[in-house]
């Protein structure tokens, strides 16, 4: 996630200046185009702040510019970037938990039946269940290497919901995607590493290890399980 003031909006910019005429310039005391640039640069980003919620010291913010210019900052860059992001997670952790709260109670119907789904499932024959609650199936074993979390793979997949609604396909695109073990949700990463070379599963993977309390656009509801028939083509050197 991205606060939106950090971003500087040049498109804005350059339609404010455009729109700026000789009186707004002067009752601002804007000397010169420097100076015209300089206070749109400060007024996008400070309604933008406001309007993310984010409060700052306007001074301190200046100082830091000041102290920047004359090669006196008291953070170095990358200090300040870290800084920043350290905030940035710490605050959209904080939304996603009341968002995940609001969601339990708005599909509380539909997080049942997703547990019955699991519940019932696992008693099949064949089924393996993991400690993480991944839940799988094998169609078909195969005799190559299993790759690691390091790997990178080539697989075919199907990915549904427990209602048989078909979210993606890779089979459907006839094409095989290619991505890294530890680049796709939990549920997979795991289960990828279950799998020799040549192995085709059908994996059950509940939301906590999927898309969890937020899901995934609008057909993966939050707390949705997923379930894919997926086959290790390669590992891709």
Aim: aromatic share 8%; glycine share 8%.
């Amino acid at each position: 996630m991205k606060i939106k003031g950090l971003i500087v909006l040049t498109g804005i910019i350059a339609l404010m200046l455009g729109s700026c005429g000789k009186s707004s310039l002067k009752s601002a005391n804007l000397k010169s185009k420097e100076d015209s640039l300089s206070y749109a640069f400060g007024i996008v980003n400070y309604n933008a702040l406001t309007t993310d919620s984010l409060i700052l010291n306007p001074m301190i913010v200046a100082k830091a510019m000041m102290d920047g210019k004359a090669g006196k900052a008291k953070m170095a860059d990358d200090i300040a970037r870290s800084y920043i992001m350290v905030f940035i997670n710490k605050r959209e952790g904080i939304k996603a938990a009341k968002k995940a709260e609001v969601n339990k109670v708005q599909y509380k119907d539909y997080i049942e039946q997703n547990e019955a789904f699991l519940a019932k499932n696992k008693e099949k024959a064949g089924v393996t269940t993991t400690a993480s609650g991944l839940q799988y199936e094998v169609i078909k074993m195969g005799t190559g290497p299993k790759p690691t979390a390091q790997n990178t793979v080539k697989v075919h997949y199907v990915g549904t919901l427990i209602d048989g609604k078909e979210f993606d396909s890779s089979i459907k695109r006839n094409e095989p995607a290619t991505f890294p073990v530890s680049g796709v949700i939990p549920g997979w990463t795991e289960a990828l590493q279950l799998m020799p070379v040549g192995s085709k599963f059908k994996l059950c993977i509940p939301s906590a290890i999927a898309y969890g309390a937020v899901g995934a656009g609008e057909v993966i509801k939050p707390y949705s399980t997923l379930v894919f028939e997926v086959e290790l083509l390669e590992i891709v050197k």
